[in-house]
């Protein structure tokens, strides 16, 4: 990168901050005097674009630290800026969290304004909600006061009063949560009031509608506010409330001293509250403002910045209309790779695999992410994970067994398991479904839907134990106890399991993005077209996490031998049919969606023509061309895979799946690192049965 044009006005030690910085980011850094709106994209360096600015805007005299106040959604973000504007020598300025700059502020003015301390704050909302619905005699269970919590945050946030709550909530299509409808939910909202108002204390929303209060209503707390506070900077502008942008503007005054910097295209907690408007429309509030765009993309190379274009390409409205366009700054890496698995353990084996592979290449557990897009998603990776011996660490959420509805469950089940000849499949169902599981998923969001997925997850992992001939009621619970008991091992280092929502922000060099089927992404609740491109924007926000390896994959059914009636997320359909895909091989028939890989592709080995997709891969040649190995040597191959899975007590795709097998039997490999060379088969298969595979094959490569 060349260095910049030197300003004559600075200090040489000021232009210093700016040599590390690329043109756009050095604009950032040099403007002051207008509101700034910097749009930047996934892994374009805002962090860095802003605190230069500020160490800039001290250096030059531009900016006083100690009345500079900038603003973040987290303690983690706001305890990383600090960290670099301390490394570029401003540690005297305040960064916070708007909840933790309220706060203090709060504390400070309450004597003034009311009298007396401040009131303690209520450290989480679930007993003075619970305690407001049972005065108005409301039976809930815990995963159904989970959703009402979300909803009161979400009033609050809105700055809405219980009166006005039921329009509102009309208007935002939320017309009830957990089984009630909008005027029971103002009925809560007006109790929770009086909760607090008797236990004399305050929730955090309160922080910030009473610090609204005070700058509203007393002008020397207004004046005394402003004459700290005078530049502004707000990061994930993209994520602020009605509630957060009120008091940012309080903050202000008649000031226009603000920088703002957000991603539309990352805007993922509307139903928290989060507006995008405010980022879209700042230059219709603020008409001096100026707009800078960062699109250089220093995190992810040139495939997967490519990749997540592509889905932006398919969005519709403002998210189309204001996007980001990417452009990496790093050389070029492998492909992303577009792959679909028979069922869900399917998929979590491969997945395992995969990275067990990577692993023993030299890649640290820590360097791989699963992203998915539901909770529940996570148990069947950590079962495949445990079960070669890869350690994990589930973000955002409790380990599967450790879920409040699971723990109930495995009671439920075991007091079931005492009882004598119970056909195990259908107790499960029976048990399950008193806990609050049902064939068909909820019509609803939030705990509940979480709670109904936790338990959807066990039906089908009890579905693989009962499926063995002879199975009781206590061999699943014996099972699914000692799964418990491995997965509850506590690990340091290991692949992080966590769904978007709680990946935003991060970033790992490897990602497995995972689920990737119409029903999950976009989840099936999602029906309006702004709820359908919050979700593409989640999907985006999923591929930009990855460096350097990206996999996107999903799978046809739930359970191994049910009907494949899943497609792949409609999110793909751009990226499936963006010219570097591969072309449709000739008398393969029409691309499915879903069906073939967006990047990865190689030479057909049978015909040497046409390109072949992943799938093709496993087999190395065109669903078309005719396989090289005899129907003896397959026939052998699916024998021995059916003693093994007896003998081990496990479904035959956990050997080996029919694509490796059928791998096997085309390449006929003849020694461990041949073996090693076919897809599907990882150092852990090679181990465990490589010396009986190339048995079998010499077997019958002696008989042709």
């Not at 011996?389 to 509805?405: A, K, N, S, T, W």
């Not at 705990?447 to 693989?464: E, H, M, Q, Y």
């Not at 089927?517 to 029906?527: E, R, V, W, Y």
């Amino acid at each position: 990168m060349t260095a910049p044009d030197a300003d004559p006005t600075a200090p040489a030690d000021a232009e210093s901050l700016l040599a590390a910085l690329d043109p756009e980011q050095r604009e950032v850094a040099r403007s002051f005097g207008t509101p700034i709106c910097v749009l930047a994209g996934a892994g374009t360096g805002k962090t860095r674009a802003i605190t230069h600015r500020i160490a800039y805007g001290v250096a030059t005299g531009q900016l006083n630290p100690r009345h500079v106040l900038a603003v973040t959604f987290t303690a983690k973000a706001a305890a990383e800026m600090r960290s670099r504007l301390r490394d570029l020598g401003v540690p005297a300025v305040q960064a916070r969290t708007f909840h933790a700059a309220a706060l203090r502020q709060l504390r400070h003015f309450w004597p003034r304004v009311v009298g007396g301390p401040m009131p303690e704050i209520l450290p989480q909302k679930l007993a003075g909600v619970g305690e407001a619905c049972q005065r108005l005699h409301l039976s809930v269970d815990r995963a159904a006061l989970r959703d009402i919590v979300a909803e009161v945050e979400w009033s609050r946030v809105s700055m809405l009063t219980p009166e006005a709550y039921p329009e509102a909530a009309a208007q935002a299509r939320r017309p009830g949560v957990a089984g009630f409808d909008s005027r029971s939910i103002s009925r809560i909202l007006t109790q929770y009031e009086e909760v607090k108002k008797e236990r004399g204390v305050i929730d955090f929303e309160d922080v910030l509608l009473h610090m609204v209060g005070f700058l509203s209503e007393r002008a020397d707390v207004a004046r005394e506010i402003r004459a700290q506070y005078k530049h502004f900077v707000v990061d994930e502008y993209q994520d602020v409330s009605t509630l957060q942008h009120a008091l940012l503007r309080l903050w202000m005054g008649t000031s226009d001293d603000l920088c703002v910097v957000g991603d539309a295209a990352q805007t993922i907690y509307t139903f928290a509250g989060a507006r995008a408007s405010y980022l879209l429309d700042f230059r219709s509030e603020f008409k001096r403002a100026r707009t800078i765009r960062l699109e250089r993309n220093y995190r992810s190379t040139p495939q997967i910045v490519r990749m997540a274009n592509t889905v932006l390409d398919g969005a519709h409205g403002r998210t189309r209309e204001t996007r980001l366009t990417l452009a990496s700054q790093r050389e070029p890496g492998p492909p992303p790779i577009v792959e679909s698995f028979a069922d869900d353990p399917a998929e979590a084996d491969g997945i395992a695999e995969r990275i067990d592979a990577l692993i023993t290449e030299g890649r640290r557990a820590y360097d791989i992410a699963i992203l998915f897009r539901t909770n529940s998603q996570s148990e069947a990776f950590e079962q495949a994970l445990t079960a070669r011996g890869i350690g994990y660490l589930v973000r955002g959420g409790d380990r599967f067994f450790q879920r409040q509805e699971v723990r109930r469950a495995m009671v439920a089940l075991r007091a079931a398991a005492r009882v004598e000849h119970l056909d195990p499949a259908r107790a499960v169902r029976d048990v399950l479904s008193q806990q609050g599981w049902s064939e068909q998923a909820p019509e609803t969001t939030g705990a509940i839907r979480d709670r109904w997925d936790s338990l959807n997850a066990l039906v089908g992992l009890t579905d693989t134990v009962t499926a063995r001939p002879g199975t009781t009621m206590a061999d699943v619970v014996r099972e699914l106890e000692e799964r418990a008991e491995a997965q509850a091992a506590p690990v340091v280092d290991g692949v992080t399991l966590a769904s978007v929502h709680a990946a935003k922000g991060l970033e790992w060099p490897v990602v497995f993005v995972v689920g990737a089927s119409d029903g999950l992404l976009p989840i099936s609740m999602a029906s309006t077209p702004a709820e359908i491109e919050e979700e593409r924007r989640l999907f985006y926000v999923a591929l930009t996490r990855a460096r350097d390896l990206l996999t996107v994959s999903w799978s046809a059914a739930r359970t191994p031998g049910a009907r494949g009636s899943r497609r792949a997320s409609r999110f793909l359909d751009g990226v499936l049919d963006h010219p570097d895909a591969p072309r449709t091989a000739p008398g393969a028939g029409p691309r499915r969606t879903g069906r073939r890989s967006a990047t990865v592709y190689a030479e057909c080995r049978v015909c040497g023509q046409g390109l072949i997709t992943p799938a093709e891969q496993r087999r190395g040649r065109h669903d078309g061309c005719p396989s090289p190995a005899g129907p003896e040597v397959l026939s052998a191959l699916r024998a021995w895979r059916r003693a093994r899975a007896g003998t081990q007590g496990a479904p035959a795709y956990a050997i080996l799946t029919d694509a490796a097998l059928e791998a096997v039997a085309e390449r006929a490999p003849r020694s461990e690192q041949e073996l090693l060379e076919v897809p599907g088969i990882g150092p852990g298969k090679v181990e465990s049965f490589g010396a009986e595979l190339l048995e079998l094959l010499a077997e019958a490569a002696a008989r042709r």
